[in-house]
Structure formats: C-alpha cells, structure tokens
C-alpha cells in the first residue's frame, strides 16, 4: 500500500495520469479534486470555487480523462464540459448535445476529445490552437439507439471507439476515416450482435434436439441462443411484454405467453412465423411435454392442457383457488405437476384429469419453482414462507421432497428472500432436478448455486456452493441429456456450467447428445421457397444459355483449327524446300567459322599473356613504392611519440601537485565548517533546554497559586453560606438581629465582591502570564528560524564547496586544454597515424587488386574452355547433321528406286516431316543454348563493368578526398606559421622593451649606489676640511673619467631612477627571471618554427609523387603554398 485517504465525499471515478503516476485526478456527484502523492501521503487541490453554500458551481460531474500532463476534461449531468489546467478551471464549454441533455463519459484522443451522453449521442472536439477555445466541435453522431451511453473505449491505435449503452448494447465506431478538414457528416455506430435483455428476464427454456436457450424480457424481445457455437442466432422484438415461452423439444416450434393471449410460432433460421393463437390471458406459465404432443398453460387458478399438433383443448385441470406459479412434466408426460402460492402441489393425471393432493398442508409457504422425479414419483419443491411459524422466519427460502403418503423433507438453506411471491410480477424457476447425477440444483436470492444430493433428507446440507450471480438466481434450467446446466440470474447475466465438473466426479453416464445432427433444420416458409425455386429457374436458364454459346464457340474454334493446320501445312512444304538449300550453304560456311575460332583463340590467349605481365610488374613496382614510404612514415612516428611521452610525463606531475593543493584547501575549508556547524547546535540545545525549563517551572507556579487562591475562596465561602443560614434561622429574634444580620450581609457582599475582583486580577495575571508564554514560545521560534538560517549557511557552504569542485573541475579543464597546446605534436601524430593507416589501406587495396585480377584470369580461363567447349559441340552438331544429311539421302534412293510415284510422294512427305522435327528439336536446344551462353555472358559482362566502374568511383573519391585533405593542411599549416611568425616578432619587441628597462635599471641602481658612497664620504670630508674649498672647473670635470667611490657628482637623467624608486630587489629579480624565459620561449619557437619548415618541405616533396593525379585547381594551388614558404624562408 503506497497511500490512503478517507474523504466526506462520494467518488465515482478515479484515474492516474498517464505522464505522471503521482498525480490522480477523482470525480464524484458534488466533487472534482486533483490529487498528488508526496511521501506516501494523498494531498488534493479543489479546482471549483465554492459559493457561500459550499455548492460547487451547481455541477454534478460524471466522468472525467486526462488529456495532457497537467490537464483534465469532467464532463457533467448538465450537458458542459469543464476544463481544468495546473489545478484551475480555464474554460466551461456548455451546450454540448443541447440544452439539459446531460453527459455520462469521456474519453481522451491524440486529436481531441469524444464525449457520450444522453439519448445515444456522441461529440468529437478537436483541439485547438487558440489557448482560449481549447476545443472546437468536429463531428456528432446519432444512433438508432437512444438508450444512455455509460462508458466509452478508444482502441490503442484510436482507429476505432466502443460504446456500451445502458440497455446492455454494445456499438463500435470506426475513427480512422475521420477527416478534420471535412464537413460534418452523420455516421451512425455500428451494434454488436452479442447484447443481453436489456431489462428484467421473465422466462426462458432449452431445447431438447437443438444447442438453443430462448430468453424472454420485459424489453418486448425474444432471443435466441446457440450455446455450443457461442453465439447468438437471433432476436425477434414484440409490442408487447413476454410473460413467459417454451420451445417444442425439435426446436421448430415455440409458445409465448402475453397479456392478451398464448400465440404460437415456427421456428425459422433467422425468424419466427405466426402459426396460431390461442385465447389465453394472461399466460404466465406455459409448458411442453416431454415428447412435445401436449403443452399445459396456467391461467390463473386453471391449468389447460392442448393437443400441441391439433391445438385442441384435451384437459381442463381446476382445483387451485389462487394462482398457479409452477409446472411441470413426467417423463412419459401422463402426470402433471402443478402448485400455488398457499403452498400446495397437485399431481394430475392426464388422461384422466384426477388429481391426488401430494402436499396441501403448508398454509404458511409459497411455492414457485417445482420439478418432477418419474423414478420415485416425488416431488421436488421450491417455497418462500410468507410469516414466521416456529423457527421459520419470514421470508425463509425452504426446499421440500414430497412423497405419496409420507411426510416431506425440509432443507432449509438459511437464506431470506428479497420478495415474497405475491409482491413479483413474473414467475421464476429456481429449481430443477437431475436423475442421472441425482443432484438437485438450487438458485437462491442472494446468487448462490447450491448442489444437494436427492432424494432430500431433512436438514440436508449441499455438498458444493457456487457464487455466481450478482442478485437473484431467476431461473435454473437442465437441458434434456442433463449434460449443461444454465443459470439467469436478476443481474442480466446467463452462466453455463456443464454437470460433470459441478458434480464433483459424478460423470454422467447417458451418452451425449448429437445436437449437430438436428441444429440446420428449421422451418422454410413456401413464399421463399417459390422465391428461391424462381432463382435456381433464372440459374438455370442462364446456365443453358451459357452451355449453347459455348457449343457455337468450340465449333468455330474447331473449323479455323483445321485451317490453319491446312496453312500451316503448306507453309511447312515450303520451308523444306528453303532448308535443302540452306543446308548445301552451311557445309560451306562451317569451314570458315571453324578457321575464324581457332584464330580467335590464339590472339586471346596472347593478349591474357600480356595483360597478366603488365599487372604483375605493377604490383611489384607499386609494392616496393609503398614498403619505403612506410618505413620512412613509421620512423618518423616513433620520433613524435617519444616527444609527445616526456612531455605529457612533465605535464601530470604538475597536475599531481596542482590537485593535491585543491584537495589540502577543501579539506581545510571542510573542517571548519563542521567546527561551526557543531558549536551551533550545541548552543541550540542549550537555549531549549533552558527555555524550556523556564517555561515549565512558569506554567508549575501558575497552577500552584491559582489552586490556593481556589482553595482560600471556597472555604471563605462556605463559612458565608453557614452564617447566612445561622442568621436567617435566628431572624425570629428581633428586628434589631435582622438589621445587624443585613449589615453583615452586605458587609459579605461587599467582601465577596473584592474577592471577585481579586480573582479578576489573578485571571489578568494569569493571561499575561499566558502572553508571556506565547511571546517566549514566538522567541523560541525565532531562534529555530535562527537555527534554520544558520543550517542554510551551512547548505551554501557545502554549495560553494560544490563550486569549489567545480572550479577544481575547470582548472583541470584548462589545464588539458594548456596541455594541449603546449604539445602540437599529438595533431601531427594523428595525421601521421592516419597517413600509415591510408598507406596500410592501400596496401590493402592493391591486393585487393592482384587478387581481382587473379580472378578476372580464371574467369578468362574458364571463358576459354567454356568456348572450346561450345565450338566442340558446333562441331559435334556438324558432324550430326551430316550424318543425318547422308541418312535422309540414302533414304531418298530407297524410296527413288522403289518406282511407285504414289507411295513415292508419301514417303517423301512424311521423311520430311520426320527430318524436319528433328532438325526442328536440334535446331531448338542448339539456339536455346546460345540464348543461354548469351544472357550468361551479358550478365557477367555487366558485372564486371558495374564493379570496374564501382572501383573507378571509389578511387576518384579518394583521390578528391585526398587532394582536399592535403590542400586543408598545407592551408592550416601557413596560418600556424604566420602565427607564429607574427607571435615571435611581438615577442622579439617585448624582450627588447624588457632588455632596455633592465638595462636602464641596472644603471639607475649603479649610479644610487655611487650616489650614497659619495654622499657618506662627503659629510666626513666637510667636517675636517676648510670651508674656503670651491668645486672643480668644468674643463676639468670633462676631461677627469668617472671613478667611482671617490665622491665625485654623477651627471645624467634621473628619469631610470625615477623608474624604479618603487621597485624592490625581489620585483627587478622578477623581472630578470621573465626575460630569461622569454629568450628561453623565442628559442623554444624558433625550433618549432624550423620544424614545421622542414615538415611542410617533407610534405611538397611527397605532394610531388603524387602531382600527376592532381587537378589543375590543386596543382595552382599546390604552387602557391610553396612559393609562399619559400618566400617566407627568404625573409627569415
């Protein structure tokens, strides 16, 4: 169980959300609530703003679907939709079928929405674009069937929609032919043929020879059942109610009872045809005999038996004086069963219409339902007792065996009815008997089936109960080889059982019935039969009709038959002739063809000789080509990875270290946030604890002090009360008591009423007390508040630990993408990784190539000899026709010297024909093969093209591809030098700007230094000296050299020691330092400058092995890019 609320409200209909299961949405009479599962708990949000009477808007929802995440559509009884976006209603679309026709169901579509409701009718709504119309009206259907749509169904590929009606219907309507562009158009759904009555079920039977169970309904319909095919065979509607029906045991026929009369039908395949009526009303109990001459129907307090094939009156049984509610048969149909609703059963016979009186004693009972045993002549019955008598109680359901001359035996289920038998309308059958099981079947009220083994002992309990129903079990029916069993129940349902399985291993001993042998006979009314007989009459005719066109086509047929072989004849003679001196031709070409073949064949075996030379030196030519570029290739691989290796070594020490400094410092900054974290939690617990104990102690003296003041009052006030009634007692003693006794009452009053003002003021003391309470409590949740904050410092702090990570993240980041800057070699291992990889398949390519035209040999080899082959079946067929050629002639002199010109010309004549069969058959398997060797030929022919020119394709596309890869790195290779280029002269001028402030700086620092000496050694010098001394001459000045240390005055500019009167030792060492690395960096760049020379030179010179495959655009640019390098190393 994952959650669970009680609500005050009721619910029809509950759904999850199909994006998202923790959102439910649930739909009542008087409610409309969303909602959500968080922790384990149904939290609901109210979309409908309530009036002031707490009434939602005057809605009373019915059904409800989710159409997307958030939003859901409720239709309501008074015929709007209401729809509902992120928990608030957005739009209310009213008049969807009409003003006050209501809704019952909705369901959701990818294209809208599809609402049923009242009177059979059906809206689809499409969405809209507009947010403020939601939907628009696309089509409305109508039905034939205005009955209440209850529950609509879309197929999982929405191309069909099943509706359920509440008559028990059930219609399908087809979605996938809808057009949203359409005008509307009127498609009405489509009913199944599989509905049940639609209202309660007042009779029904089975049939002895045929699989079928007819119902009757208060719905005015009778149906009828196929029980073993499953399915129904039709249903016939009525004008008025069915009271009750039995089938006639061949199944042709069938009675039905009404309210005014019994009338009789025939049993056709899809129909039933009047056949008589009888005047009888109302009918509601009818049933046939066992052998179906007779039927008995119950006419209030009479039973009438009929002749069933004469439809004469035989028997008229009277001796009920209330009405008759149960019927039934013997065997071999001479006895009859009849009871009422006092509670008796009579036996008649009918032959003799005598009765004997086989229960008339149970006042207290009525009967309905009755079944007849022939083998031990008793009388199973089913009665409801109409008032308590003894330990029966009213309504009790008791089972009864009555037997001639013996008390009956009671079973008493325990099971009150809902109805007595007086207050139904309708008769029911609940009971029924089988004597090959000998089990008594038993439907009661509450929709149980109980099984009792018969004959009935008293208190005999069921050995099996089966649920079944949801209600009343109506009727309980047998059929006549006792193999199935049916139960109609008040719920609308019918259940089959088969006996066996319910008798719990009793098997039914009587063979089963062969109802297939009788279910395709039925009644056939003489206007179809006429109507049937005039269309085999039209077949027939038109079957002559058809017979005499083709006698008269087989006939022209047959006659150009022989003309054309007359023609054929002729032409036959003719061709003859023609071959005779074709065949004196071909002995002359055949000498020449066999001359042309075997000079064929020579100079092709010539030209395979030399085409097999020319690949095979290339092969070996291009192999040795590709042997050294790949040696060369892998050498220069070997030189780049170890580069590429020391570096990379250099650059993870360095991020080692660079991570073990991030780590030390987020451990740190962890530390102190626990240490802060833990001291505010401590002072948290020792601000509640002493809170607390200061508001308990406040609240113990407050209940202290106000007991004693209780305490104090109540006993000042029954001492008052003791001497008011002491004074009042003695208020016979004077006027003068009286007027002392009202002065202390109302000195007492007066008391009383300072004590009332004194409780006042405790009871302000006690709510200010109280306020103090609620404002320490307030102060108490300002510090959780405090403690809260505190808690979401510590969140942020663990936030900007998390961004610390993150910026540890970035600086590794950065520090591969540095990485990959400082090492351009891995592009250029990559490319020459990539350039062994193309030369490998190349390789791979030009074996590929040997191989192929290895294989193109054989298959010249097998051409050949495929050829010689052919030519030595030409010649065989040469040698046969020569040999044939000199038969026929000996033949001709036979035939010649017989001398008979007669017989002569018939020989002639059919030695032709023979020869010229034979020539014909030869003739025919010699051109079909060269028709065969011809289409094998092309086909080969063709695929060898289609490969070649497969092959040209791909060889064109890699050498493009080339041609483009190479062009793109001699590109990208001149801008990294000019990069480059223009990178070392910005350095070159900063290193100088550098060199000259350290050399103005070194001076400024020399000169400061001489400046102090001389200063020091002045002062000395003036305190010993004569103030008379005067400075030196100018010319002296220039032509005496500095000496430094000798006081002298240094004249230059003060503008480099204005430059670093700032700057410390450590900043100039600084300095120094940088300008080292850059002088270390320029020379670092100039290397790699050369380099790149020398590469780009080592890929022109392999640029020119490859120049003769080059464009003319490639071979112009090719040109430039060298030109421009030359002209660069030039410069340089």
């Excluded at 209501?102 to 609402?115: N, Y």
């Excluded at 030179?1097 to 080059?1110: E, Q």
Aim: proline share 2%; net charge negative; with cysteine.
């Amino acid at each position: 169980l994952v959650g669970m609320v009680d609500v005050p409200f009721e619910i029809k209909q509950v759904t999850i959300s199909p994006w998202a299961y923790w959102s439910l949405c649930s739909t009542g009479p008087s409610s409309l609530r969303l909602w959500r599962l968080v922790d384990k708990q149904l939290r609901f949000t109210d979309p409908i703003p309530k009036r002031k009477d707490n009434d939602t808007m005057g809605l009373r929802f019915t059904a409800h679907c989710w159409y997307d995440e958030e939003r859901v559509a409720a239709c309501t009884e008074e015929g709007e939709i209401v729809v509902v976006e992120n928990g608030e209603v957005k739009r209310i679309i009213k008049g969807i079928h009409g003003e006050g026709v209501g809704l019952t169901s909705i369901v959701s579509t990818a294209r809208g929405l599809l609402v049923g409701g009242e009177g059979g009718l059906i809206s689809a709504y499409a969405r809209a674009f507009d947010e403020n119309i939601y939907f628009h009206l696309l089509h409305r259907f109508t039905s034939n069937n205005t009955a209440k749509i209850i529950a609509l169904s879309v197929a999982p590929k929405e191309e069909l929609l099943a509706i359920s009606y509440t008559n028990n219907v059930i219609a399908t309507l087809p979605l996938d032919s809808l057009d949203l562009q359409r005008d509307k158009e009127v498609i009405a759904p489509t009913p199944l043929p599989i509905g049940f009555h639609s209202d309660v079920i007042t009779c029904a039977d089975v049939c002895a020879q045929k699989s079928f169970l007819v119902t009757g309904s208060v719905d005015r319909t009778l149906r009828v059942w196929n029980f073993l095919r499953r399915k129904m065979e039709f249903v016939k509607a009525f004008d008025e109610e069915i009271l009750s029906l039995s089938l006639h045991p061949t199944g042709l026929r069938i009675l039905v009872g009404f309210k005014s009369s019994l009338k009789m039908f025939n049993v056709l395949a899809n129909d039933v045809h009047p056949c008589t009526e009888f005047p009888v009303k109302p009918c509601n109990e009818v049933r046939f005999s066992t052998g179906g001459q007779f039927f008995a129907a119950a006419v209030a307090h009479r039973v009438l038996v009929f002749n069933a094939y004469d439809f004469t009156c035989i028997a008229q049984l009277s001796g009920h004086t209330v009405l008759v509610r149960g019927l039934g048969w013997s065997r071999d149909d001479q006895y009859i069963v009849t009871t009422d609703l006092n509670g008796i059963a009579y036996t008649w016979s009918v032959e003799s219409q005598k009765r004997s009186d086989t229960d008339d004693s149970r006042k207290g009972v009525s009967y309905s339902g009755v079944s007849y045993d022939s083998a031990t002549n008793s009388v199973a019955v089913y009665g409801v007792s109409r008032s308590a008598e003894g330990s029966l109680a009213e309504g009790e359901i008791t089972i009864r065996c009555l037997m001639p001359d013996r008390e009956p035996h009671i079973v008493r289920p325990g099971v009150l009815a809902t109805k007595q038998p007086t207050q139904r309308r309708y008769h029911t059958r609940e009971i029924v008997l089988s004597t090959v099981s000998q089990t008594l079947f038993v439907g009661l009220p509450n929709g149980s089936l109980f099984l009792y083994r018969y004959p009935l002992g008293d208190d005999a309990q069921p050995y099996q109960r089966l649920e079944i129903h949801d209600g009343e079990i109506l009727f309980t029916i047998l059929t006549a080889d006792e193999r199935y069993l049916f139960t109609i129940g008040e719920d609308l349902t019918a259940y089959m059982f088969e006996v066996e399985a319910l008798c719990e291993g009793r098997s039914v001993s009587r063979k089963p019935f062969n109802y297939g042998a009788f279910d395709d006979v039925c009644y056939m009314l003489q206007s179809d039969v006429s109507e049937r007989a005039r269309e085999v009459n039209v077949l027939r005719d038109e079957l002559n009709s058809l017979q005499l066109t083709k006698d008269r086509e087989e006939t022209l047929i047959s006659q150009r038959h022989e003309e054309e072989k007359a023609a054929i004849g002729r032409e036959l003679q003719r061709d003859i002739d023609t071959l005779q001196k074709e065949l004196e031709g071909a002995k002359g070409k055949r000498s020449d063809i066999e001359k042309a073949m075997v000079d064929g064949n020579r100079m092709m075996e010539l030209a395979h000789t030399r085409a097999a030379e020319e690949l095979e030196n290339q092969y070996t030519r291009r192999t040795e080509e590709a042997n050294g570029k790949y040696n060369q290739l892998r050498i220069e691989r070997d030189d780049m990875i170890v580069r590429y290796e020391n570096r990379l070594f250099k650059l993870q020490k360095e991020q080692e270290s660079e991570k073990r400094r991030l780590d030390d410092r987020a451990k740190d900054t962890e530390g102190k946030l626990n240490e802060e974290i833990n001291a505010l939690k401590r002072r948290l617990v020792e601000e509640k604890d002493v809170q607390d104990a200061m508001l308990d102690q406040a609240i113990l003296d407050y209940e202290i002090m106000v007991d004693e003041i209780k305490s104090e009052h109540q006993d000042l006030l029954s001492k008052k009360e003791e001497d008011l009634s002491k004074a009042i007692n003695a208020s016979s003693t004077g006027e003068r008591d009286a007027e002392r006794l009202k002065v202390e009452k109302g000195n007492l009053l007066k008391h009383l009423r300072e004590r009332d003002s004194k409780i006042s003021d405790l009871d302000s003391t006690v709510d200010m007390q109280k306020r103090e309470s609620e404002a320490q409590k307030k102060e108490m949740a300002v510090r959780l508040e405090s403690i809260n904050v505190a808690e979401k410092k510590i969140q942020q702090l663990k936030k900007q630990t998390t961004e610390l990570e993150k910026l540890r993240y970035v600086l590794t980041f950065k520090y591969n993408e540095l990485k990959r800057e400082v090492a351009p070699k891995e592009k250029q291992i990559e490319f020459t990784t990539q350039r062994v990889e193309e030369m490998d398949r190349e390789l791979e390519k030009v074996t590929g190539d040997r191989e192929q035209l290895r294989r193109m040999l054989e298959q010249r080899h097998d051409k050949l000899t495929a050829v010689q082959s052919e030519v030595s079946k030409h010649r065989q067929s040469v040698t046969d026709r020569d040999r044939a050629m000199d038969t026929m002639l000996r033949e001709l002199n036979e035939i010649v010297n017989e001398g008979d010109i007669k017989s002569t010309i018939y020989q002639v004549k059919n030695l032709l024909i023979r020869y010229d069969k034979q020539e014909d058959r030869a003739d025919a398997v010699v051109e079909e093969n060269r028709i065969a060797e011809f289409e094998r030929q092309r086909t080969y022919m063709e695929a060898q093209l289609s490969c070649v020119q497969r092959q040209n394709r791909q060889k064109e596309s890699n050498l493009r591809f080339d041609n483009q890869r190479s062009t793109a790195e001699n590109a990208s290779l001149v801008k990294e030098i000019n990069e480059l280029r223009h990178e070392k002269k910005l350095l070159a001028n900063k290193c100088q700007l550098v060199e000259a402030q350290l050399k103005d700086a070194r001076t400024s620092l020399q000169r400061a230094s001489v400046a102090n000496d001389n200063h020091s050694r002045g002062t000395g010098a003036r305190a010993s000296s004569s103030l008379g001394a005067r400075a030196p001459s100018p010319a002296a000045e220039a032509s005496s050299p500095i000496r430094v240390g000798r006081g002298q005055l240094i004249r230059g500019p003060t503008r480099a020691l204005k430059d670093i009167s700032h700057l410390d030792s450590e900043k100039i060492s600084r300095i120094i330092n940088q300008v080292e690395r850059n002088n270390a960096e320029m020379e670092r760049q100039q290397e790699e400058i050369v380099r790149l020379r020398e590469f780009v030179a080592h890929l022109l010179n392999r640029a020119d092995t490859y120049k003769s495959m080059y464009s003319a655009e490639d071979k112009a640019r090719h040109q430039e890019i060298q030109s421009a390098i030359m002209k660069d190393g030039i410069v340089k």
